[in-house]
């Protein structure tokens, strides 16, 4: 039995990571937040990522074959009126860098035959020149989270490199499911509108009807990262549908599923915007070529999914 380690389990992705990889037949070991959840009810001590020998003791009692380390510290335009600058960069830093180069020495020293994956971000582009994206474009990151992604996929270039560690990056878009919180836009407006629904909610403000996006969903991505630590060597990965879709493309599929018209009820803010970044779209040809991997659920089934995921509507 292959033994799978997750960094951010409790997450979207590291959920459905988890699930699909217990129906594989691994025995998963999930930390979050220094709790361990194990899939064979074995009890583990917690660990501390941004704690060097908590990582490495850790390490030495569960030897994984497989290690994922999707941990992030995410913050919302709101969330961020609330905190420092400091603290921001303090904490995305402590997760997205300093925890994975903890994981990655651990790794080295006692788990020298694991492979790795690690979650980067489309925002490690920035603006970028080119469009769509791929492998080769250049990172130029303008936010923090870019940054600190852009940071922890070349340390794990460098361990690949000079250590030998097999370490895979996949560069993640936007990818969704009914696991998002309402601070994730996707998640906002379906949830909006099955309350509108059900008559709990009279309308749904958004920002920008005319913002696109490369949307995919979930589960088809972290199956991608699977496939990548099943390649016989490491690299980097984009992970994108190629597509992108308006917001207004969101909010109509959302409202026509619940028999709605989405004029009715959906209304802009401009106020909400606080940035209006380019639109990225990814290239993944790379990916698809090399593991056979597509995404099998479309941007309406996608929609609908979520819909019926959200408990109080069915389709």
């Not at 920002?207 to 979930?218: I, K, P, R, T």
Request: glycine letters at 6%.
């Amino acid at each position: 039995m292959k033994r799978a380690l997750i960094f951010g389990a409790r997450g979207q992705d590291g959920t459905l990571l988890t699930e699909q990889l217990t129906r594989r037949g691994y025995h998963v070991l999930g930390v979050d937040r220094g709790a361990t959840d194990c899939s064979l009810g074995e009890s583990l001590p917690p660990v501390e990522i941004n704690d060097p020998e908590s990582v490495l003791a850790f390490f030495r009692c569960f030897v994984p074959d497989e290690v994922y380390y999707l941990a992030a510290f995410h913050h919302s335009s709101e969330s961020a009126e609330l905190l420092a600058p400091s603290t921001i960069w303090t904490r995305s830093f402590d997760v997205q860098v300093n925890g994975l180069l903890n994981v990655l020495e651990a790794v080295r020293a006692a788990a020298p035959m694991a492979r790795l994956f690690y979650a980067a971000s489309s925002l490690i582009f920035g603006v970028p020149d080119e469009s769509p994206q791929t492998e080769t474009v250049p990172p130029a990151p303008r936010c923090v989270y870019g940054i600190t992604k852009t940071a922890g996929m070349q340390v794990c270039r460098f361990y690949r490199r000079h250590y030998g560690v097999f370490t895979s990056v996949g560069i993640l878009y936007n990818h969704e499911s009914h696991l998002r919180t309402e601070t994730f836009l996707s998640r906002k407006i379906v949830s909006t509108a099955v309350r509108i629904k059900n008559g709990r909610a009279n309308e749904l403000v958004l920002g920008d009807l005319s913002a696109q996006s490369d949307w995919g969903y979930a589960p088809d991505y972290v199956d991608a990262m699977h496939r990548m630590l099943a390649l016989s060597d490491p690299d980097d990965f984009i992970v994108a549908t190629g597509k992108l879709h308006r917001v207004q493309d969101w909010v109509e599929a959302t409202f026509g599923v619940l028999g709605l018209s989405w004029r009715d009820y959906c209304r802009e803010d401009p106020s909400l915007i606080t940035r209006r970044p380019k639109p990225l779209i990814g290239d993944s040809s790379k990916l698809r070529r090399q593991t056979g991997w597509c995404p099998e659920t479309s941007f309406e089934d996608m929609i609908a999914n979520m819909i019926e995921l959200e408990g109080a509507v069915h389709v």
